[in-house]
């Protein structure tokens, strides 16, 4: 039953000495060690295997052998230096400090990985820890934008060096500061926000939600009609609960967030790509998208502006869209979280406004738009032809019930956030940071021998395309992950976003102009060289 993994026997140690990870972390400063708390977790959670130097720290602070802590099968762990555990401060006297100290192995990585022992340490006393498994739910679950190349970024960066960080669309750490109204806003509604609120959310930010799918021409949307979530993320994946069955199909783009990929898969469903084309500025292939519709289909999801892409759909596109929904009677995801990031004096149009006749569901929410993705408030709004979705929605208010409601102080700010300037439209425009920052990352791209771009115009998120010739791409993430270990620049690579071809990859350009022009000279130096 035991995997006999480094991760099973730090988390043993820590049970039998009844040390949490902060006691770790405090007794690894006290002996002027530093053990970040990403980094620990990483290493219980066996995502990540430490260096030798870390094993020595944490063997140490727990007062077991380090042979045992990182082999397993050396030795049963001695029975005196696990009772001398027993008390944090014990553990920390009994640490017999920096003795057989090992080095890193030298290796791809610079880093000692540790060989899967017996992990015999308790084993003397008779007892053998169950071990728990993910549940197979998750075999075919992908979220890669956080996966092992963010690991290893992490662990570099624990080790002291600088990440250029062009990875995830949060625009906070960037400085892109939340208007100081809805900060206070918050605030002032703080103590009205502690009990729970009605499950789909408050009245007022329901109310203002309405209000502005209004505006956007979505039509038949009642204040019940719209939920509110911990980020559309909490949503999406209550929709597609709510929604698929073992057997049922749905539409997913390629390149997609994955996300959605992931909460069908979840879901029990099974997410079919329909293809973006890259030569008609990524939008989406009519024609593949009706090759791809099956007796089993249920629904297509639209995600419009695009995200990796950038991508924005003119309405004749949509249209076809809604033309192929309303043929095979699906239901319409729509997620249109960047729907107030548009460039170029672009106008969004939301797709369900085109489909009075069908159902659909439009995603949205602030994280973006209002740079506050760290409160978590999205929302959904059911529109168009509820009728025939009368036990979809049951389905959907009973999962919605089942999470009480979604954090209430964030609810509280959508009326101020929804209503009057949109201050970040400030950003959009020549001169604004975002404008500026894309135009400068797709000059540099587009003179780039060997890459290919097209020229987003929404969001914050554009999608190279590396020369098949001249790279001989096989593996994005070893590009992802060699770009990041030679230059120190952490990018996603295509495959996380469900596109198959390979040498593709995102890049965020919300960093300052002057963190993306070391970038861009790094990347650029890197693709100079570099082949597989
Ligand atoms: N949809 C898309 C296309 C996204 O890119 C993201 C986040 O990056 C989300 C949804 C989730 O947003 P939220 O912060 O509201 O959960």
Redesign the pocket.
């Known amino acids: 039953m035991s995997q006999n993994l480094f991760s099973d026997r730090l988390a043993e140690a820590m049970e039998k000495s009844d040390l949490r990870q902060s006691d770790l972390i405090r007794i690894a400063a006290e002996q002027g060690h530093k053990l970040g708390k990403s980094q620990l977790s990483q290493y219980l959670s066996g995502k990540v295997t430490p260096r030798a130097q870390a094993v020595v720290i944490l063997a140490q602070a727990l007062g077991v052998s380090e042979e045992w802590l990182a082999e397993g099968e050396a030795a049963s762990q001695p029975e005196a230096a696990a009772q001398e555990a027993a008390t944090p401060d014990a553990a920390a006297q009994s640490a017999p400090r920096g003795e057989s100290r090992q080095e890193p192995e030298e290796g791809s990585k610079g880093t000692k990985t540790m060989r899967k022992g017996t992990a015999t340490g308790r084993q003397g006393e008779g007892s053998s820890m169950r071990q728990f498994t993910k549940s197979h739910k998750l075999d075919n679950v992908l979220y890669d934008i956080r996966g092992p190349v963010l690991d290893e970024a992490y662990r570099m960066e624990d080790q002291g060096i600088h990440v250029l960080k062009l990875n995830i669309?949060n625009p906070a750490p960037f400085g892109f500061r939340t208007p100081d109204e809805v900060v206070k806003d918050m605030q002032d509604q703080l103590t009205e926000c502690e009990g729970y609120s009605n499950s789909r959310g408050l009245f007022t930010a329901r109310k203002a939600i309405m209000q502005y799918d209004q505006l956007k021409g979505i039509p038949n949307v009642d204040v019940e009609d719209i939920y509110t979530g911990n980020?559309?993320?909490e949503l999406?994946q209550l929709a597609m609960n709510a929604f698929m069955d073992e057997g049922d199909e749905i539409l997913v783009p390629s390149p997609d967030?994955p996300?959605w990929t992931a909460c069908a898969t979840l879901a029990g469903g099974t997410a079919v790509h329909y293809v973006c084309d890259e030569q008609a500025n990524w939008y989406p292939d009519i024609d593949d998208i009706k090759s791809k519709v099956t007796p089993r289909t249920k629904g297509i999801v639209v995600?419009n502006p695009n995200?990796p892409t950038g991508a924005l759909y003119p309405r004749e596109v949509l249209q076809e869209i809604v033309d192929v929904a309303r043929e095979h009677q699906l239901v319409i995801f729509a997620?249109e979280?960047y729907d107030r990031l548009v460039m170029d004096g672009k106008k969004h149009v939301s797709i369900a406004s085109l489909a009075p006749d069908l159902f659909c569901i439009t995603?949205n929410?602030l994280?973006k738009s209002h740079m506050v993705?760290g409160y978590r408030i999205?929302w959904m709004s059911l529109s168009g032809n509820k009728r025939i979705a009368k036990d979809l929605i049951d389905g959907i208010n009973m999962l919605s019930n089942m999470r009480l409601c979604s954090n209430v102080p964030a609810q509280s700010i959508v009326q101020t956030c929804l209503g009057g300037i949109q201050r970040s439209q400030q950003l959009l425009k020549p001169g604004g940071r975002i404008y500026e920052q894309r135009e400068y990352v797709y000059d540099r791209l587009s003179h780039m021998d060997g890459v290919t771009v097209t020229k987003p115009e929404a969001a914050f998120y554009i999608f190279p395309r590396l020369d098949p010739d001249k790279f001989h791409i096989t593996d994005d993430d070893q590009f992802a992950l060699d770009l990041l270990k030679d230059k120190h620049v952490l990018v996603t690579a295509g495959k996380g976003f469900n596109w198959e071809t390979p040498g593709y990859f995102r890049i965020v350009y919300l960093p300052r102009k002057h963190t993306l022009h070391d970038a861009m000279d790094a990347l650029e130096d890197f693709l100079s060289y570099y082949h597989q």
């Open positions: 669309g980020g559309a993320s999406i967030y996300l995600i995200n997620d979280i995603f929410g994280s993705a999205g």
